[in-house]
């Protein structure tokens, strides 16, 4: 069990008001992950401040490692995942019941395919979304979902049968919950800024050369292109938001050049994610074209970024190069965590 505030009396909720820069939609500077954790720390008595900066961590944007999942490690938190194989789902059901029964929320990460309402219910075995499950009574299964009209409070109430159990084939559990800090900015800056530099510097190299060499522009697959949204607005944007949020309102202008650089950034993430996600209606592998040119502004702005904390931090701006391949590699490790059904995925081409 977590250090945590148990026993709190506040609902579980999704409520723009109160959440970080929430102002249209869910995916406004967090995905539907960390809008599940935002809630869970919320209802533990942060203040939307308190979640930039208890989520905030040195920037790393392709991610090195073989985990292609959602960030799991936080200074706040930790979000212990428990996995199952397709099919398997109904196995995980007892212990996800159990958790919620007892008052412990649970991140859930459904299968598609049994999942009631999804788009795929029925056709493929994709993991694409991501709800808060708190409260299990006669009723159902009570859920948070960024998905769920915004007039019944993003809310919905599922009835426990054989398909719910058995798209319980991921969930997460928040672990390790601290309450929440009372530092200023500049404090957070002297913490996450110069571990971000190398990092950031590898990784618009890696944006230039994928932009430039890896993908010409011309023909993507769809389930590349779905792992690019999943990695943008799932990844990189957040980060980008989260510490621009950190920062914010600091005294040292210099650090709030890092956060309004860090905001911009964030807000060309967002509009390259959302624009992939409106593509993805056409189910067409050449009207990903139009995304191209986003991925070189994605990079333009890090860049900006870069230089307002090399200035911060008095250092001169890394030196990095890379081939796009690592990119490359993310995505595919991003299009086979949510869509690849327990399978590898058929041979995926650039055009």
Not at 73 to 86: G, M, N, V
Not at 183 to 205: F, G, N
């Given at each position: 069990?977590?250090?945590?505030?148990a026993?709190?009396?506040?609902?579980?909720?999704?409520?723009p008001?109160?959440?970080?820069?929430?102002?249209n939609?869910?995916?406004?500077?967090?995905?539907?992950?960390?809008r599940?954790?935002?809630?869970?720390?919320?209802?533990?008595g942060?203040?939307?401040?308190?979640?930039?900066?208890?989520?905030?961590?040195?920037?790393?944007?392709?991610?090195?490692?073989e985990?292609y999942?959602p960030?799991?490690e936080?200074?706040?938190?930790?979000?212990h995942?428990?996995?199952?194989?397709?099919?398997?789902?109904?196995r995980?059901?007892?212990?996800?019941?159990?958790l919620?029964?007892?008052?412990?929320?649970?991140?859930?990460?459904?299968?598609g395919?049994?999942?009631p309402?999804d788009?795929?219910?029925?056709?493929?075995?994709?993991?694409?979304?991501m709800?808060?499950?708190?409260?299990?009574?006669?009723?159902?299964l009570h859920l948070?979902?960024?998905?769920?009209p915004?007039?019944?409070?993003h809310?919905?109430?599922?009835?426990?049968?054989?398909?719910?159990?058995?798209?319980?084939?991921?969930?997460?559990?928040?672990e390790?919950?601290?309450?929440?800090?009372g530092r200023r900015?500049?404090?957070?800056a002297?913490?996450?800024v110069?571990?971000?530099?190398?990092?950031?510097?590898e990784?618009?190299?890696?944006?230039?050369?994928f932009?430039?060499?890896?993908?010409?522009?011309a023909?993507?697959?769809l389930?590349?292109?779905?792992?690019?949204?999943?990695?943008?607005?799932?990844?990189?944007?957040?980060?980008?938001?989260?510490?621009?949020?950190?920062?914010?309102?600091?005294?040292?202008?210099?650090?709030?050049?890092v956060?309004?650089?860090?905001?911009?950034?964030?807000?060309?993430?967002?509009?390259a994610?959302?624009l992939?996600?409106?593509?993805?209606?056409?189910?067409?592998?050449?009207?990903?074209a139009?995304?191209?040119?986003?991925?070189?502004?994605?990079?333009?702005?890090?860049?900006?970024?870069?230089?307002?904390m090399?200035?911060?931090?008095?250092?001169?701006?890394?030196?990095?190069?890379?081939?796009?391949?690592?990119?490359?590699?993310?995505?595919r490790g991003?299009a086979?965590?949510c869509f690849?059904e327990?399978?590898?995925?058929?041979?995926l081409?650039?055009?």
């Amino acid at each position: 069990m977590s250090r945590a505030t148990a026993g709190s009396d506040r609902p579980y909720s999704f409520d723009p008001a109160a959440a970080l820069g929430w102002k249209n939609i869910g995916l406004d500077g967090l995905g539907c992950f960390l809008r599940s954790v935002e809630a869970v720390l919320l209802q533990r008595g942060y203040a939307a401040d308190d979640v930039a900066r208890g989520l905030a961590a040195p920037l790393d944007l392709v991610r090195r490692g073989e985990w292609y999942g959602p960030m799991s490690e936080f200074p706040a938190c930790t979000a212990h995942w428990y996995l199952a194989d397709i099919g398997e789902g109904h196995r995980q059901w007892p212990r996800v019941a159990e958790l919620v029964t007892s008052g412990t929320p649970v991140v859930l990460m459904p299968d598609g395919h049994h999942w009631p309402g999804d788009d795929h219910e029925g056709k493929e075995h994709y993991h694409h979304h991501m709800v808060l499950a708190h409260r299990l009574d006669a009723e159902g299964l009570h859920l948070l979902d960024t998905d769920a009209p915004a007039e019944e409070g993003h809310r919905r109430v599922l009835p426990v049968g054989d398909a719910l159990r058995n798209s319980c084939t991921r969930y997460a559990v928040l672990e390790r919950i601290d309450p929440p800090g009372g530092r200023r900015p500049e404090e957070y800056a002297a913490a996450l800024v110069r571990p971000s530099l190398v990092p950031l510097a590898e990784d618009i190299a890696e944006l230039r050369a994928f932009h430039g060499e890896v993908w010409s522009g011309a023909r993507l697959p769809l389930l590349l292109a779905k792992g690019m949204d999943v990695w943008v607005l799932g990844d990189v944007q957040p980060q980008l938001f989260l510490l621009g949020h950190a920062l914010a309102g600091a005294d040292d202008p210099r650090v709030a050049e890092v956060s309004r650089a860090s905001l911009a950034a964030a807000a060309r993430a967002q509009k390259a994610g959302l624009l992939l996600l409106g593509l993805h209606r056409f189910r067409s592998e050449g009207v990903y074209a139009v995304t191209h040119e986003e991925l070189a502004a994605l990079a333009d702005a890090c860049e900006e970024l870069l230089t307002a904390m090399c200035r911060y931090a008095d250092a001169a701006r890394p030196v990095a190069t890379g081939d796009g391949r690592r990119l490359e590699r993310r995505l595919r490790g991003e299009a086979q965590w949510c869509f690849g059904e327990g399978r590898p995925l058929p041979g995926l081409s650039f055009g």
